[in-house]
């Protein structure tokens, strides 16, 4: 089956520090990956759609200069959010398409991030 | 993307069949129904998807209603391992490829 891994799993860091999270295709190439935010006790919030080779969109009121995308191969792309404060803690997905059955989406493990 | 409904929290006693309902009385003629789960701390799963008729694999069935107002997820045998967050979400044909998730239910198993 196809499988997404994420990188690291879990992370702290200090307010104003920047965070870079993986998210990798094993088996198959995607190109395009979704990142999810999920707060606690809350639904998954799509903030973008990354495009291997282009721009990620981002969702309305995601901000593109905090939480830089980078879909740089068909396996991997790259969720840095960068100057993190206290509310960017949260637990960050990703999911990626397999290219022939573009109905289905298959997600990571997930990153957990603490800013202190 | 039309809206989901689902109830908040449901409870099964282990090994029994569960039944999870789905309200979508603004489903559009072209509009799949995707089943998604996330078990605790994890991201979450496809478990099945239809567009009318009930569909079954290897997880579970899909039971979608005739006039595709309402769909039911069935889980034949549930299991400890089936606790989890089950999300019920409609998905157009081609264009928009995301998923925009609900509240979905939580389902606990009781053993």
């Known amino acids: 089956g196809a499988v997404v891994s994420q990188h690291p799993s879990w992370v702290i860091c200090k307010s104003g520090t920047s965070v870079k999270i993986e998210c990798r295709s094993l088996d198959f190439q995607a190109t395009t990956m979704f990142w999810y935010r999920q707060f606690p006790k809350q639904s998954l919030m799509l903030m973008a759609t990354?495009?291997?080779?282009?721009?990620?969109?981002?969702e309305q009121g995601v901000e593109k200069d905090k939480f830089l995308i980078n879909h740089a191969s068909l396996t991997l792309s790259t969720l840095t959010v960068t100057s993190a404060h206290p509310e960017d803690s949260s637990f960050y997905i990703c999911s990626a398409r397999l290219p022939r059955y573009p109905e289905t989406q298959y997600f990571g493990p997930g990153t957990r991030l603490l800013v202190l | 993307d039309a809206k989901t409904t689902q109830p908040n929290s449901m409870e099964s006693n282990e090994e029994e069949p569960v039944h999870l309902p789905c309200n979508h009385s603004?489903?559009?003629?072209?509009?799949?129904i995707h089943w998604y789960r996330q078990l605790p701390s994890q991201g979450p799963e496809y478990v099945i998807h239809?567009?009318?008729s009930n569909v079954n694999n290897r997880m579970a069935s899909l039971a979608i209603a005739e006039d595709r107002k309402s769909s039911t997820l069935i889980l034949h045998r549930a299991t400890l391992r089936d606790a989890a967050v089950y999300y019920c979400?409609?998905?157009?044909?081609?264009?928009?490829?995301?998923?925009?998730f609900g509240t979905g239910t939580r389902l606990t198993v009781i053993p």
């Open positions: 239809g567009l009318t």
């Open positions: 979400i409609l998905r157009g044909p081609t264009g928009a490829n995301n998923l925009f």
């Open positions: 990354s495009n291997e080779g282009s721009k990620a969109t981002y």
């Open positions: 603004t489903i559009s003629g072209t509009d799949y």
